[in-house]
């Protein structure tokens, strides 16, 4: 069982930051990568950011420049530093973990129950 925890939502103004965090625990034997996507009110969810084990990063084309993420392998952890923050960015954001666990061969993801960012103009 993997459990995948976000924090560090809130309401904040625009051009203002916010940092998400992210803590992935259980039977983990390996996570490949690890990211966030995001769904605000009647939109498909997308993805903002994802890194890779190796640190290989892939931003949205509308947060490129504002967001940056980070990842430390040996906790577990992945982090979105979002600066400069937009209206349009309001959502709720979901942490995500491609992941392997003991006794299962394949690779899955594995979600947290999402934080609400809200981005007031």
């Known amino acids: 069982q993997v459990h995948v925890v976000e924090s560090g939502g809130g309401l904040v103004q625009a051009g203002g930051s916010l940092r998400l965090s992210c803590t992935a625990s259980g039977s983990i034997l390996s996570i490949n990568s690890m990211g966030w996507y995001r769904q605000a009110p009647g939109r498909q969810r997308e993805l903002v950011a994802s890194?890779?084990?190796?640190?290989?990063?892939n931003y949205f084309d509308s947060v490129k420049g504002r967001f940056t993420i980070s990842r430390d392998n040996a906790k577990k952890t992945v982090a979105l530093q979002m600066d400069s923050l937009k209206p349009e960015d309001t959502a709720v954001y979901y942490c995500?973990?491609?992941?392997?666990?003991?006794?299962?061969?394949?690779?899955?993801?594995?979600w947290g129950q999402g934080t609400q960012v809200t981005v007031s103009s």
């Open positions: 995500y973990c491609y992941a392997r666990i003991f006794g299962r061969n394949l690779y899955d993801n594995y």
């Open positions: 890194i890779t084990s190796g640190g290989t990063t």
